[in-house]
């Protein structure tokens, strides 16, 4: 278990593993020389097929380690700033200041992060907790929200919905307390068989999270339908950090990313991803791995079968038919712009799951 975070460490964490007084070094060139944009308003998928995005080649560039993540966001925040994404500065600066904290609230330490000049802004975007606020305030059906990351972020998110709670944010308010997670779940990958360790985590001292080895053997999860399941059982909101390493080290392939567990069969439970790094394509963009759970006893041996024998891997293509009911690709410039993102996104998976003939 982990406490609140304290008051002096409540502002999230600004990344890792770079000098943050070497500024030069933001100040280089971010892309090869070789490099030109293809489109000049942004888009979700890529405008032509061998395309690549900035995000992905700055990725392949500097993250090495997990640790790197913290210098990727750093160094893709100064995209604008450079010559190679001067173009895009009004775009930029239009929805930053969306998210400006709104004056005269008070700023409050676990739910702003601070900018240039002086500026706050809001640390998670506002859509967020308009979800949380509707969430609460509806009785048509039980709810959990999972904040599954590949960061070190769970603590800091947990802890501005208990700043919620209290009634603190700025422009949303609960219509109830919502219940919030008392510890961080790590959420591993293995070639090996099972190929699945899911287990109460433990904080290291340089922030990562990893399986706490002292976990017993009724917290610990291998097989996915008993992930699943779990997940199903869950009220309010909770953490867990997903195994980065594993999809470094298969070189971004989709096939070791972070599992998605649908079961088209359970009209009990509905399952949403949401994540803006939805991508199909072979640039290693794509962080979901699909994978469709089969009735217990139903297992079947065969090459499209994960490590664990209760599901099958969907194909890309077969993926896809399920995206907007069981997965949603986040459009970020959207989800700043309107509030009601998320609700209207999930009312629609909710209507589109509904018209599903039974199997």
């Not at 980065?244 to 359970?266: M, R, S």
Request: proline fraction near 9%; glycine fraction near 6%.
């Amino acid at each position: 278990m982990f406490p609140p975070v304290p008051e002096e460490r409540a502002i999230p964490y600004l990344g890792e593993n770079y000098n943050p007084q070497d500024a030069d070094f933001f100040k280089r060139p971010l892309l090869p020389a070789t490099w030109q944009p293809v489109n000049s308003s942004p888009s979700l998928r890529p405008p032509y097929s061998d395309a690549i995005s900035v995000y992905k080649i700055t990725e392949l560039r500097l993250v090495k380690r997990p640790e790197d993540r913290g210098l990727l966001r750093r160094r893709l925040g100064t995209f604008t700033e450079n010559p190679e994404g001067s173009e895009y500065a009004g775009l930029f600066r239009y929805h930053l200041e969306l998210l400006r904290w709104p004056e005269p609230c008070t700023a409050i330490p676990g739910l702003f992060v601070n900018g240039k000049e002086g500026r706050i802004y809001h640390y998670i975007v506002p859509a967020f907790f308009r979800l949380l606020t509707w969430l609460t305030g509806q009785s048509e059906f039980d709810y959990a929200i999972l904040i599954r990351t590949y960061g070190r972020d769970v603590p800091h998110i947990l802890n501005a919905v208990r700043l919620y709670n209290e009634g603190l944010h700025p422009t949303e308010l609960p219509g109830r307390p919502i219940p919030v997670g008392s510890r961080c779940w790590c959420l591993d990958r293995f070639d090996a068989r099972p190929g699945f360790l899911y287990a109460p985590g433990e904080c290291l001292p340089d922030g990562r999270f990893r399986p706490r080895q002292e976990s017993g053997a009724e917290e610990t999860m291998t097989r996915p339908r008993d992930i699943y399941e779990t997940w199903c059982r869950l009220e309010g909101v909770h953490g867990v950090v997903d195994d980065f390493a594993y999809w470094h080290a298969h070189c971004y392939h989709h096939t070791a990313a972070k599992p998605h567990w649908i079961d088209p069969g359970d009209r009990e439970h509905h399952h949403i991803l949401f994540d803006d790094n939805i991508r199909f394509e072979a640039d290693g963009s794509n962080v979901i791995d699909i994978q469709r759970l089969l009735p217990r006893g139903d297992g079947v041996v065969g090459e499209t079968d994960v490590e664990a024998d209760d599901c099958v891997r969907l194909t890309p293509d077969q993926a896809e038919t399920w995206e907007g009911i069981f997965y949603v690709q986040n459009d970020l410039l959207a989800i700043i712009r309107d509030p009601d993102y998320f609700i209207k996104a999930i009312k629609d998976c909710i209507h589109k799951y509904t018209k599903l003939e039974p199997e």
